[in-house]
């Protein structure tokens, strides 16, 4: 049974700086994909960012130059360092590992709750 764990959420004032760090286990295969997505209030969940296991990063534009995401392939573990982070930033931020064994599937943690306050 694969597991994905997040950590490191928390309460923050504007200007300040979180990490995120997310381990996927219980599984052999690297995943492909790994990736943080958020959800506020009244919202519908977004990509904030995605890398894959060659380092392909992508970023949604409200993020660009504020975070920065990182992995470790050995670990399975990906990292979402934020800066600058401002109230809009305010959610749950869920990790998502994509494990390629003849199709994709997606697995997900149970969410982190990430507070800015202004």
């Known amino acids: 049974q694969v597991r994905v764990v997040e950590s490191g959420g928390g309460l923050v004032q504007a200007g300040g700086s979180l990490r995120l760090s997310c381990a996927a286990s219980?599984?052999?295969?690297?995943?492909?994909?790994m990736g943080w997505y958020r959800q506020a209030p009244g919202k519908q969940r977004e990509l904030v960012a995605t890398?894959?296991?060659?380092?392909?990063?992508n970023y949604a534009d409200s993020v660009k130059g504020r975070f920065t995401i990182s992995r470790d392939n050995a670990k399975n573990t990906v990292y979402l360092q934020m800066n600058s982070l401002k109230p809009e930033d305010t959610a749950v931020y869920y990790c998502?590992?994509?494990?390629?064994?003849?199709?994709?599937?997606?697995?997900w943690g149970q969410g982190t709750q990430v507070t800015v306050s202004s």
């Open positions: 998502n590992a994509r494990i390629m064994v003849l199709r994709p599937y997606d697995y």
């Open positions: 219980g599984t052999s295969f690297s995943a492909n994909v």
């Open positions: 890398i894959t296991s060659g380092g392909m990063t």
